[in-house]
């Protein structure tokens, strides 16, 4: 066995002496090589004799991840043999080492299937040995597994369980879906009420995925290029598996031993149903998708991380099942949040380059990392007879194999878009994908698409009597699920979002009328001087009010000049749309907000309020400097404080992408800032913020009013000029549209 392990360590690594490394780094690879093979022989010896794999078994297939607590105090990773075999090659890995892989699999790969543990059965690992096989199923459940009888293999008497410890043990933890409370990647779901339990099954290959200086069809990669990926292997590994140690017979078959600690959560397999269609399964692939989605696949994680609430997550759950969902809910209720997580799963499961993500706006879609519905459509403006617009897509080569690799789809801020576009997308998406899509809905391409249609509403509709996309012809037919999210996490003051929820369905009580009349009054600014931001209805005044102010500073404008590059005039005009300005003026004492994600462990996210309080010299830059001196002709590079943390910071140049499909088609370079003093409604839709200044005076758009108000977290941070209800405008066939809403069985 220690062999095995060192004929593996052999194949993986290239050899110090291929390299050109100086003595002292070759004694030190030769040593941490030495150390690691050492340590994985100790281990290797610990571990009792392997399970002998099924003679059935073969590349490709599925394996159930099960983590079995032995009497020993070993946890083995079994593989068994599932269906259908996988055409990508794809590297046995376990628990939390999973991520590496799902990020670097080239091709998409099918959704990871799963087990639903109906009556399920589980005790405490610390003194728990347990084992699995069909006919014991069988005669528990009256459902022998069809995952056949390559997956019996006992591996110790059945476990007695303690199921009254077990409930008490999942109500006193909470229901975050994911898996044992030892951090141990137990690929174990639980739906909170310590019901059921799902087991997933995920591909298998039984050769290690990376060979140094070699590509996946065998031919020869540079070697530099192959010891780098090497290196990251090996360190991805060590931070992943830890003490988790891999060995295999020559089927490639694994035990893993991993880190165990008492009172880790086990279930075992009772019964399951592999009928996709049956409720039963339904669920069971929901549970296990949000397993997926919150913990498994999310490559790209979102940089505020939070415990999805139940309602996220039986929507995501939905949403890695294949269920094409409308996600709605009023704002604040974190439709975004969940977006971004529905897209890395998404991309997980189909590959990048099969899920598209786009929305209304240019501004919105580059907030979600997209694109415009339009400029992924490829229908220029929209306009025409929907044959044409077909003819037109099908005759522009990149646009066409966009709608045809397309699996998923993703529309944010759907309120934006109007009935009678939609209409001629739906049809556009069966015209170009061909013969067998012809007759499916959207051409059978997965719909994941948000919004409020109580926000604001498209700009210029086509059509009046098809204003929203709810009122498109195929919109019923388009969904499995229409969901309305309920919990506002962006307000904590439930009387606050009382009055919002009022305000968004077009109402205002005389208490409501009477709390926000009270608003008219100055706010605090922060100790820091930051002021707070006004929101205007029209870009207008913005200009206007920034312009203003930063003159009245009486301060030298430094310059900051965006470094564009495209790839088209037209890419080149998308860039209008990046929330980074091409010319920035900033002075000592100017209000500015960020517009990038940079720090969220310290608050600065998009959206976070800072003030200039000095001018550096861009040497002081730790990154970028290169960068930033294309950008500011002075030299000189703006000290920010920031309100979320009372730090002063430098920030480094960042770059925004407008995106053609899955293709970057020009980019901005700049510093993420933006003046601060005023923003208007329209750009600041999708944002928190902490303190604002609203002039609802000139409000003059549906659903303007509580798009403004429902951006601050609350009253206290709220100063509000020239309110009147009357101002409030919001669209009858909205009101109706949600009065009708039913949002199934989903949540
Ligand atoms: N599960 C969660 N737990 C805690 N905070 C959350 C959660 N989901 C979202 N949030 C936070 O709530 C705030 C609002 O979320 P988000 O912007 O996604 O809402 P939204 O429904 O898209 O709002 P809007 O309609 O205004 O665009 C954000 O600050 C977000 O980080």
New binding site residues.
């Given amino acids: 066995m220690a062999e095995s392990l060192h004929s593996m360590e052999e194949e993986s690594f290239t050899s110090p002496s291929q390299l050109s490394l100086t003595q002292e780094q070759r004694d030190r690879i030769s040593k941490q090589k030495e150390l690691a093979l050492a340590r994985r022989s100790a281990k290797a010896e610990a571990l009792p004799s392997p399970i002998n794999p099924p003679s059935s078994h073969k590349d490709g297939d599925l394996a159930l991840l099960s983590s079995f607590r032995a009497a020993d105090g070993l946890n083995k990773v079994r593989t068994s043999r599932f269906f259908p075999p996988f055409t990508e090659p794809t590297s046995f890995l376990s628990g939390a080492a999973l991520n590496p892989f799902l990020k670097s699999a080239r091709k998409p790969f099918t959704p990871p299937l799963v087990i639903d543990l109906d009556d399920v059965s589980h005790g405490r690992c610390a003194d728990y040995t347990s084992s699995y096989n069909a006919n014991d199923m069988q005669s528990r459940t009256g459902h022998r597994p069809s995952f056949g009888a390559d997956s019996a293999y006992t591996n110790g008497p059945m476990s007695s369980f303690d199921a009254d410890q077990q409930r008490k043990h999942d109500e006193s933890v909470p229901d975050s879906g994911q898996s044992g409370d030892d951090g141990s990647d137990v690929l174990v779901a639980s739906n909170g009420s310590g019901e059921r339990k799902q087991w997933l099954w995920l591909p298998v290959k039984t050769k290690p995925t990376l060979q140094a200086g070699k590509n996946d069809d065998g031919s020869r990669r540079p070697r530099v290029r192959a010891r780098r990926e090497g290196q990251n292997q090996r360190r991805r590994e060590r931070s992943t598996l830890e003490d988790s140690t891999p060995e295999s017979n020559d089927d490639g078959w694994r035990s893993v031993r991993k880190r165990t600690s008492p009172g880790s959560i086990f279930g075992h397999v009772h019964s399951h149903s592999l009928h996709k269609d049956t409720p039963h399964v339904q669920n069971t692939q929901m549970h296990a998708a949000m397993h997926i989605g919150s913990k498994l696949l999310s490559s790209k994680k979102p940089q505020?991380k939070?415990?999805?609430?139940s309602q996220?997550r039986k929507v995501l759950l939905a949403i890695a099942s294949g269920k094409s969902i409308f996600i709605t809910?009023s704002?604040?209720?974190?439709?975004?949040?969940?977006l971004h997580e529905a897209v890395n799963t998404l991309k997980n499961m189909h590959g990048s380059l099969s899920v598209f993500v786009t929305a209304s706006t240019g501004l919105a879609g580059c907030a979600i990392g997209g694109t415009t519905l339009h400029s992924f459509a490829g229908i220029g403006l929209g306009i025409g007879e929907k044959r044409e617009l077909a003819n037109k897509v099908s005759s522009k080569r990149e646009a066409r194999k966009r709608w045809i690799d397309c699996k998923a789809l993703i529309i944010d801020e759907i309120s934006m878009i109007d009935g009678e576009l939609f209409d001629k997308l739906e049809y556009i998406a069966r015209a170009v994908r061909g013969p067998a899509f012809k007759d499916k809905v959207f051409g059978g391409i997965q719909l994941v698409v948000t919004g409020?249609f109580f926000?604001l509403p498209p700009v210029h509709p086509e059509n009046p009597d098809r204003y929203f996309a709810f009122q498109a012809e195929c919109w019923n037919d388009c969904f499995d699920f229409q969901v309305e999210?309920t919990h506002v996490?962006?307000q904590s003051d439930s009387e606050f979002v009382e009055m919002l929820n009022e305000l968004r369905r077009g109402q205002c009580s005389s208490s409501t009328h009477c709390k926000l009349s009270s608003c008219d009054r100055p706010v605090q600014a922060s100790n820091a001087g930051i002021l707070m931001t006004k929101l205007y209805p029209r870009k207008m005044d913005v200009g206007k009010e920034n312009e203003y102010k930063l003159r009245s500073l009486n301060q030298e404008a430094v310059a900051f000049l965006a470094k564009d590059d495209s790839k088209s005039e037209f890419a080149m005009r998308q860039l209008e749309n990046v929330r980074a300005e091409k010319e920035l003026y900033l002075s000592v004492g100017a209000q500015v907000m960020l517009v990038k994600n940079v720090d969220s462990s310290s608050g600065l996210v998009n959206g976070a309020r800072g003030v200039v309080v000095r001018f550096a010299s861009i040497d002081e830059l730790e990154e970028g400097k290169d960068v930033a001196k294309k950008l500011s002709p002075s030299g000189l590079w703006p000290v920010v404080l920031f309100a979320c943390d009372g730090a002063e910071r430098l920030l480094k140049p960042e770059s925004w992408s407008v995106m053609d499909g899955n293709t970057e088609v020009a980019k901005r370079t700049q510093i993420p800032l933006i003046l601060a003093w005023a923003l208007s409604v329209h750009k600041c839709?999708?944002m928190?913020l902490d303190r604002v200044e609203i002039d609802l005076s000139k409000s003059f758009e549906y659903g303007m009013v509580y798009v403004a108000l429902?951006r601050v977290k609350c009253l206290e941070g709220l100063r509000l000029i020239g309110f009147d209800p009357s101002l409030i405008k919001v669209h009858s066939k909205v009101v109706q549209f949600y009065e009708e809403l039913k949002t199934g069985e989903l949540l």
């Avoid at 704002?331 to 969940?338: D, E, V, W």
């Fill in positions: 505020v939070f415990a999805m609430s996220q809910g704002a604040g209720t974190g439709k975004s949040y969940l409020d926000q999210l996490f962006r839709q999708g928190t429902s």
